[in-house]
């Protein structure tokens, strides 16, 4: 049960993301990069005024953000250089983009509650910038499923021939070639996320047997054929209709007795848990045109309906959760 102190509790974390978020729309972290700095210098970097500069750098330390030496500077504790100082090698830009993108647009949440979907207040969704750093913050987040999935598959019988859909940057696929040696990958997206394959895994000795093939979901030919098919994190983006009409595709595009993996987040019947399933079908309200979260009876239902069956069920995480399907 949510106590008050909890309730509470809740609310003011708001504060710190407010303050995590200035700190990235300041460049703080990549401003201080390997240096100790002073309020004043990181001020003037950032073009901003001292007083609030200080303010902010102060949080950061109470946060456990940054250090504060003994001569009274500022520098970068290691986690956060390490992701968010744009030196850094292991730099999460799409992460550190998207999280500044997303920050005003939940302010819109109340509002289309009260009078319903309207994403012409999300005016980039379609610019490649946006595009380009979303497939970054995709791979920052899939890379660790993609192993467990790609061993999950392989498990009981070769991947063979492979499709991923919306595949964002190929971390899947790329996950599958390393798997099985003889496994052959087609990732269909946008121009811009095979962009950001090319660019992640282009060097890569498996790229021979990975193909981009540029397209849309609803609109591309997928081909036949397939082995396995990987439908990753779009059944949320839209409602029954929408997702029937590719079921049917990938029905067509699967050799008989191929193997479908749906992952998303699934609800239980209530759609009350798991928790973060429950709240990312807020997420899929604000964002999408048509897309919920849908119970693991209704994706069943769906895939039942579309020509798959012997269904099996494996947790990945709290939230989140693969179903593989077999085609009739």
Same mark, same amino acid.
């Given at each position: ?6 309730? $509470?509790?809740?609310? =003011? ?16 972290? %990549? ?6 700095? %002073? $309020? ?6 950032? *073009?901003?005024?001292? *007083? ?5 750098? +102060? ?16 520098? /970068? ?14 730099? #999460?830009?799409? %992460? ?8 005003? *647009? ?8 009260? #009078? ?7 005016? =980039?969704?379609? =610019? ?18 993609? @192993? ?9 019988? @070769? ?35 095979? /962009? $950001? ?22 609109? &591309? =030919? ?5 082995? &396995? ?5 779009? !059944? ?6 929408? /997702?029937?009409?590719?079921?049917? #595709? ?17 609800? /239980? ?13 807020? %997420?899929? !309200?604000?964002?999408? *045109? &048509?897309?919920? &979260? ?14 798959? +069956? ?5 947790? !990945?995480?709290?939230? @989140? ?6 085609? #009739?």
């Amino acid at each position: 049960m949510l106590t008050y102190e909890k309730f $509470v509790n809740i609310i =003011d974390a708001l504060e710190d993301a407010r303050v995590l978020l200035a700190a990235l729309e300041f460049d703080v972290f %990549t401003i201080l990069d390997k240096k100790e700095m %002073t $309020v004043r210098q990181i001020a003037r970097k950032a *073009e901003a005024q001292d *007083e609030g500069m200080s303010a902010l750098l +102060h949080a950061l330390v109470a946060l456990g953000a940054l250090k504060k030496t003994k001569n009274g500077k500022f520098a /970068n504790t290691p986690e956060m250089y390490k992701h968010f100082c744009r030196s850094s090698p292991d730099y #999460k830009k799409g %992460t550190a983009h998207l999280k500044m993108e997303k920050n005003d *647009e939940w302010n819109q949440l109340i509002q289309t509650i009260r #009078k319903g979907r309207d994403l012409t207040a999300f005016e =980039d969704g379609d =610019d490649p910038e946006f595009r380009h750093c979303f497939s970054y913050a995709m791979h920052e987040r899939s890379e660790p499923y993609a @192993s467990r999935i790609a061993a999950l598959l392989a498990k009981k019988k @070769s991947i063979g021939k492979f499709l991923d859909l919306g595949g964002g940057p190929g971390s899947y696929c790329a996950a599958v070639l390393r798997q099985d040696k003889k496994a052959e990958a087609t990732l269909l997206d946008r121009d811009a996320a095979c /962009n $950001v394959a090319r660019a992640l895994f282009g060097k890569e000795k498996f790229f021979s047997r990975f193909t981009m093939k540029p397209g849309d979901l609803f609109e &591309t =030919d997928y081909g036949n054929g397939f082995d &396995t098919v990987l439908f990753s994190n779009i !059944l949320h983006i839209y409602n029954p209709a929408e /997702n029937r009409k590719l079921l049917k #595709k990938i029905h067509k595009a699967l050799k008989p007795g191929g193997r479908l993996a749906v992952v998303d987040f699934f609800l /239980n019947e209530d759609r009350t848990a798991p928790y973060e399933a429950a709240m990312f079908s807020l %997420t899929m !309200l604000l964002f999408t *045109e &048509t897309g919920k &979260t849908y119970t693991f009876s209704e994706t069943e239902h769906l895939l039942t309906k579309a020509g798959f +069956h012997k269904f099996q069920t494996h947790k !990945l995480d709290e939230g @989140s959760h693969v179903i593989v399907a077999t085609r #009739k």
